[in-house]
């Protein structure tokens, strides 16, 4: 079977839309129809070459799609024909080994991302075939539209509060307003949590308190800096690149605190100040997207607090100019383009 798809030929190169061979749909696969499909950085950076050998052109990318399930294998149990789904990073795990039996299936020593490594076809193809496991049903007050951020970018900065056991005790550091940081703010927010975005200006200000922060750092005025020392017990890291200032965010950590970082920052973050680290208790810690477990609450919990991305949306056949914005950093929050 053939379907539609935008497919990068090689790194760097505009998607062109061609017919393409569908992988088989197994006995433990759903067939999914695609509706929309956010636009993440780490897609643009696949495109772009930047995974290197991790990447296999003719690559067809895309994982924060949505859509309609069209057919199951023999086995599926999970979903049925007709239902609304959404489809994120994973495509597959082995389900057995001491990770996937302890509900961190998300690193998985065996887990096929969506489409890194020839895995098969991502979301800016019309169809996706992958395991049932990995097409999440969505609740019926999300909106299909905007839904498919929710599916990186969303379980991207929800599943540290739960590996972390982030509560309403705790006060919360965003840094970085972007696709990822709008949301982590909303979510924080809905938590209970003191919220504090911080940003390398101010003016994503109004735009960060309307999302739900309490407070506001502007990390390029010492002053604003200072005046938050220790102000918070978590910090989780959504922005990358050199405007990311570690031994500064580390005199906004309290004692024992710890830095999460969310997403890919596509950098090294040394150097560290070790005393800082040592004597304060401080951690720095990373995290991979989310569990299925971790994505189906995060889903939930999105349509218990109302929590929504901020789109753009793009008609498919715009893709190009989409993939441009996300890589000039202009796009409000999300950039999706709809089939």
Known sequence: M?????????????????????????DNDVEVGIEYCGICASDVDVIDGKYGPLT?????????????????????????????????????????????????????????????????????????????????????????????????????????????????????????????????????RAMGCHTTAISRSSAKKEEAMKFGANSYIDSSCPESVKAAAASCDYILVTAGGPSV??????????????????????????????????????GIRGSASGSRIALRKMLKFAALHDIKPQCEIFPVSEINNAFKKVREGTARYRCVVKW
């Open 2 to 26: 053939t379907t539609q798809a935008y497919v990068v030929e090689s790194a760097g190169k505009e998607a062109i839309l061609k017919e393409i061979e569908l992988q088989e749909l197994g």
């Open 56 to 188: 296999v052109f003719p690559l067809v990318a895309g994982h924060e799609g949505v859509g309609v399930v069209k057919q199951i294998g023999k086995n599926v149990t999970a979903v049925s024909v007709g239902d609304h789904v959404g489809v994120g990073v994973t495509r597959f795990s082995c389900g057995y080994c001491d990770i996937c039996s302890s509900g961190r299936d998300n690193i998985c020593p065996d887990k096929q991302s969506m489409f890194l490594r020839g895995a098969g076809t991502g979301p800016f193809g019309a169809i996706v075939r992958l395991n049932e496991q990995y097409a999440f049903p969505l609740p019926s007050n999300i909106d299909m539209s905007t839904a498919g951020p929710l599916m990186c970018a969303g379980i991207s900065v929800f599943a540290p509060f739960l590996e972390n056991n982030i509560n309403s005790t705790h006060r919360v550091g965003v840094v970085g307003i972007g696709g990822l940081g709008h949301l982590a703010l909303q979510f924080s």
């Open 245 to 282: 200032d570690y031994t500064q965010l580390l005199s906004v950590l309290a004692p024992n605190g710890t830095i999460l970082l969310a997403g890919n920052t596509g950098m090294t973050i040394g150097p560290l100040p070790m005393y800082d680290l040592i004597l304060g208790q401080k």
